[in-house]
């Protein structure tokens, strides 16, 4: 929804179009937070859209476009697809629109700036917590989010190459499992896994909605706490899984900086100012232990008031 | 004669026991067969499950319910919404049930009263019932806050652990099949299954033999909208999360495995008890898909190939007799 | 017990233009059986649908028990204690036997709690005894879709006998059913109306009529044209009111022709047996001629006509053309059409016209190839053709780009014929060309088919209506279950013996076999 | 008579008249009447347009295609693998046609030969198809290599900016507008075309009247395989990805589309040039709703009741006449 903050001196307001992967998650919600809060900063208008089917590129294509039509003054987007958006993203800034990439890259060398995490990193991080947790051997696997999603792939990739690396005692028992798309599907997925192999020690999810069925899944069989689980991203009901000791580690991210400094980055390049070209936001690994120190509890539990206004 | 409805009624039975030998039979799927992954299963079959139960209602009068999807969707984020208001689980239940009932009789209005085809009314309550969902979580998860979980015992309806221990199945398991024996009960033997029924078979007939079409078929996709409204609030139970992007596309699941189950979406034909199966069936052949570690494409293309085959099987047997 | 008086006054009904009750008094009491009479398309039916609540009269009024009797919808009826067994086969075939007897009116467990439950035991008890009743040997945990034509019509009149009826309606309850069955259910309305109940009994078998009826209706376009005691009527007199108007009026002149010699034979069956019927019929038709078909309902004519055609498989069917040489037809209607042969349906909604589809369209259809250059239609050409075909059987039209389901039902039909004569038909079968339109249309197509006629096509002409056979025919063979007898010029025939022959079969022996066969 | 007729193809004419009113008239969505939005909800309605080309004939045929979804997905995979195969952009668009057409035909054979419902056969292809298009993909998103992208010029098919200026919309769009025209032509005028209605009119008078059912049947669904393989490509050539898990739940849509724009889905009304306002008419208000700010809920709500309203107003004047 558009959230006004003109001056009031009678300048036309700047127009910043936010276009995230999807709207229901809560990841989503902290970088609206992040990118509403920097526009009242900064007085500028900040236009929230997201596609109506999530996870739907071609969805996320026709929102860059209706804004196009709309001639918002630059546009910050979170894109579906590395590969997809490249060409509304060109056409818009060829039509004088900038574009700063945030959450995922997008192969086209004309973003003003890509503001991320490192999410080969985040994977490789996790497989770390995972491996040093079990004492550098064991039986674990990986439970996949769904076909295509860059990110999570990348961290797929880094975790699998993390264990392949530095923890060869460590035995992936299955990797090729997905979770779907939905946290019913994933909760399904979980179980059986679960089931199959009585003798896992470890696992770990890519993302928030495949962390969370694996949490409900251990947590329904009785074995959160005894299977080590290393997931992705936070929300209310992981953090708690997390202070219950039921998630060893939750690799986060900081999504409210990630929509802040998208709508600062690019009144930067509107006003003429030069803005680095990577902007690294950073993973943190929290575990129960880490997680009531004041920066942790702020990534975990992110002030969304803002979006009640 | 009797040999062929007979023969119709094992059909489901059988595809449901040759799902089974082949994953027994498969070096890969070990624990395919044991009661844990068999408790697992009827867990994951119960959303399913009690939507099938409705839309049996549906088929078997001749319609079809496209909405079932968004109304579990809708249902899960109202239960989610009542037990944030710390109304308690109870409470919950009954207006997740309510809410799907809601939407089940506006589609029975807009069938009747406006005359539109069930497929296009449904298809139209699929949009609204989802928007609906999104607009009042205000598009958003909503979770449900610990103190229902521990007092309320919401996570208990969906536990593969149940309390009593000797309960051995999920409330919500026994919930379904408890539901499934009334309905089928109903269906086969109550004034109103039967009407439903002759609707299915010839709406002609039953118009002329006094039976009171439209408030028959407004009372049709009211339990359709109810039964898909339960299955919402076992789904939040499952999650413990009110998820109004759940459940996208449940909707072709449910009408599958009543189709499996023996139905005809001519109407008519079909039987609660065979939907169950034809759901359970598929939740045997995910699970066992999974437990043998195939890709999930190879889980669709024989889900896709099942209903074919389940269905042609039908037509043949049926162009013999 | 009170004595029943149902009364009708003044009854009109309408379908848009179609006026197809048009003022009719009517009445019955308890204690009698009334039987309404009257041609095809003469109301009859409506009336009925009136009486059970299936339509709301646009006029008139009706009382009864002295009351006055206005059904919403038909359990209004039935709760009054008027049942209807219908024309049509009307059951559901997902049912059993004894669900379809008690449907709309199944009794309910007493028990407290359990109301919404139906009472089997009851069910059971209800139709075996409304079974027995009717002397019916069938199942009652049968699937109805298991059961044959006869079976399921015994079904729906054990539905009407299963409850307290007191006025019980009948619309053709015979036209399946074999003699002993006929007897049993005359029977039943015996004691019915030894009873003091009122029925209403709707036949076109006069002789049936005599026997059972003591009064009766006759209704002609929608309106009584006469009534009285059955008893000291004829049947000649009733006959003559029910067609009211003299038939050299309708029917076009004599034609003067002999019997075509066997040179100019232009299709001749040899054989065609079908599934179940028909059972045997041979005949052949001569260049120009018109051979009319006449039997009972249910005595397979129609299915006669469609297994020549190809539409419904046959046993064995050899057939040569333009003796030619021999054609199985097996490939349905394309390669009859590839023939000549060319076929009308007797149910034109259901099977005759593409309501969607325009005049032009519909008429064109089974030769659009014709007309079309590299897949399109050349409308010019269509237009054409189908001004042609349709000012030839004069369909009264704004244009033929119309929809056909906006015309009338006689210029409905004119359509489905004209299809005919675009397909430049020269063997033209025709099942119930005239059902359900208006004299002035029966009339133009009476005249269309002679000339047709006159220019060389040839007809087979399947009719229930007699005078329209004796009228246009220059042959005439009677269908008697499932099997065509030699036919007779139309001029050795009276209608008395038409109908006589259709309902007992060539002779006596006949009659006999088909007692022993029920026997068996 | 004819003047209910030339309402009733004026309907989706009106329907959309209003949404541009509506939006045009609206204080937030500046922009919305500009020419290049035109421009853009234009390419953005080629997929579900396309799609619904073919799914005019299926529905006028009296039958339902629940594969179109699947379907885009797997031909936007295979246009993919055969571009990553350096075979050309031509050969491309001609696989994915050809692909969507095989599924199309099978449908076709399973529909005629089995004698399976239209429902049940698309609906097992649905599962098919979209595992077909995750097993030849390796589970991935299959990305067009640059070369493609740059000498064939894939994307030119899709882009904003067509290569000639002078020709303003994109080759897809004016392909999608051709074949409309053509389509429309076929179905109105052709021999093939006035047998599709008259299929879903009458099928027994059909058959009375020599039509070929099965064959007539089969080159129906294999030409709706075939407009959804084209929409693949298109698909494909947008996204330059080929994408299995794409197009979800689009078979609604098109579905959607043709029923708003005036089809009967018991088949013999209907036309291709009324699909495609009903199509252009979901795109603007998909647009409008986008450029006003709203929430997609709003838009999900808005698109279901349009289907509901559109056929209401059908069935009344119908009843009226
Ligand atoms: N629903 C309807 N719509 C339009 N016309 C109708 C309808 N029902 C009946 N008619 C017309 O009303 C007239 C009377 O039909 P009806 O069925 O009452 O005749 P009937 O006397 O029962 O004839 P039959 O002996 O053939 O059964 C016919 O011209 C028929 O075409
Ligand atoms: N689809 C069907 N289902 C049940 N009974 C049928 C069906 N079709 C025909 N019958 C019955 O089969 C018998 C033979 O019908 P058919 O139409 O051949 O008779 P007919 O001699 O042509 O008489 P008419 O044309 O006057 O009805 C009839 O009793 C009819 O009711
Ligand atoms: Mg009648
Ligand atoms: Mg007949």
Redesign the interface.
Known sequence: SPDKTGTGNGAKVRRIAVIPKGTTHEFWKSIHAGALAAGRELGVEVLWQGPIKEDDRNAQIDVVESFLAKKVDGIVIAPLDDKALARPLREASEAGIPVVIIDSDVAWDGRKSFIATDNYKGGALCADALATKLGGKGKVAMLRYIEGSASTEKRERGFLEGMANNHPDIKIVSSNQRGGATTASAVSASETLLGRFGDLQGVFCPNESVTFGMLRALQDSGKAGSIVLVGFDASPKLVEGLAKREIEALAIQDPVKMGELGVRRIVDVLEGRDVPARIDTGVTLVTADSMKEPANARLLDPDLSILDK | MTSGSILRALRPCIGLAIVLTVFALHPQAEGFLSVFNFKIVANQTVIVGLAAIGATFVIVSGGIDLSVGSIIALSSVVCALVLRAEYGVTLAMVSAIIAGCVCGLVNGLMITMLRIAPFVATLGMLGIARGAAKWISGEQKVDVPPAALESGGLQAWMSNRPDPEWLWFSPGVWTTILLALIAAYVLRRSVFGIHVTAIGSNEKTARLCGIRIERTKIAIYSIAGACAGLAGFMLCARLTVGNPTAALGKELDVIAAVVIGGASLAGGQGGVLGSMLGALMMAFLASGCKMTGSATYVQEILIGTIIVVAVSVDVLQRRRA | MHVITLRAQGIAKHFGVVRALDGVDFDVHGGEVHALLGENGAGKSTLLSVL?G?HAPTAGSIEFDGEPYAPR???????AGIV?I?QEL??????TVE?NIV????P?VRRRGLR???D?ARVRELAEQALERIGASVAPT??VA?LGPSERQLVEIA?ALAFDVRVLVLDEPTSSLTAVEVERLFAVLESLRADGRAIVYVSHFLEEVMLIADRFTVLRDGRTVGSGKVAGAEIGGIVELMAGRRLDEVYPPKRERARSDGSSIVFDVREVVGKSLPREARFSLGRGEILGVFGLVGAGRTELLRALIG?DPARRRIISVSSDRDVLLGG???E??AHGIG?A?EDRK????????TIA?NIT??G??RH?RF???R?SSVREASERCADAFDVRR?STE??VG?LSGGNQQKVALA?LLHEEANVWLLDEPTRGIDVASKSEIYRRIHSLANDGASFVVVSSYVPELLGICDRIAVMHRGVLAQSRAACDWTEHELIEVAARGVDRRAVQDRASEVDQ
């Open positions: 059970a299936v919808n038909p359990l209004d009826a039935v709760r209807t219908h009307c059951s559901s075939p997902d049912l669900q449907l709309g009116r199944e309910r919404a439950l139906v089997r049968a699937r298991d539905r539409l349905g209607p394309r009859a059409l076929f349906s259901d099977e005759g016209l593409a309501l969607d589809l369209q259809l089974s659009l190839e079309a897949g399109f239609v409308s704004a119309q929809a906006r299809r």
